[in-house]
């Protein structure tokens, strides 16, 4: 018999395969019902933070914008869960055709993600993709693999 800490992080790491599935249909009612309202971002595009959930899925749209058929890969994910917060993180990298028809495998970001059980529910309050960047250039590094 699993323990609630073994259940809550089954059930978080359903999450991250729920918002693979959703970015995979560029479904954003799927995604919506894995953020919380108040939702705090720090995404790989400008600005510094988004802000609630219109902000999180205005960026989601501009990707289904963009890709004509979009996938995203989950690597390495670890998740840590507590009585009513949670938190985890992995490699996340997001690929497919755009618009134009171009193939792009994309980039490997590292992503991290907070969460808070909410009537039961587990909801991403806080979440981070980020990419090193080279201090010399003050380039972000784009190439890495995990």
Same mark, same amino acid.
């Given at each position: 018999?699993?323990?609630?800490?073994?259940?809550?992080?089954?059930?978080?790491?359903?999450?991250?395969?729920?918002?693979?599935? +959703? %970015?995979? $249909? /560029?479904?954003?009612?799927?995604?919506?019902?894995?953020?919380?309202?108040?939702? &705090? *971002?720090?995404? @790989?595009?400008?600005?510094?933070?988004?802000? +609630? %959930?219109? $902000? /999180?899925?205005?960026?989601?749209?501009?990707?289904?914008?963009?890709?004509?058929? &979009? *996938?995203?890969? @989950?690597?390495?994910?670890?998740?840590?869960? +507590?009585?009513?917060?949670?938190?985890?993180?992995?490699?996340?990298?997001?690929?497919?055709?755009?618009?134009?028809?171009?193939?792009?495998?994309?980039?490997?970001?590292?992503?991290?993600?907070?969460?808070?059980?909410?009537?039961?529910?587990?909801?991403?309050?806080?979440?981070?993709?980020?990419?090193?960047?080279?201090?010399?250039?003050?380039?972000?590094?784009?190439?890495?693999?995990?």
């Amino acid at each position: 018999m699993s323990t609630q800490r073994e259940q809550d992080e089954a059930r978080i790491r359903q999450r991250i395969d729920q918002i693979v599935e +959703g %970015i995979r $249909a /560029k479904d954003l009612d799927a995604l919506r019902r894995i953020y919380a309202t108040d939702v &705090v *971002s720090f995404d @790989v595009e400008p600005p510094l933070q988004h802000v +609630g %959930i219109d $902000a /999180k899925l205005k960026n989601w749209a501009k990707v289904f914008t963009i890709f004509e058929e &979009v *996938s995203y890969e @989950v690597r390495d994910l670890a998740v840590t869960a +507590g009585g009513d917060v949670a938190f985890g993180h992995c490699f996340g990298r997001l690929s497919g055709t755009l618009s134009n028809g171009t193939a792009t495998s994309g980039m490997w970001v590292r992503g991290t993600f907070c969460f808070e059980k909410s009537d039961g529910e587990w909801l991403i309050v806080h979440d981070q993709a980020s990419v090193p960047f080279d201090i010399a250039s003050g380039k972000g590094v784009t190439d890495l693999e995990p």
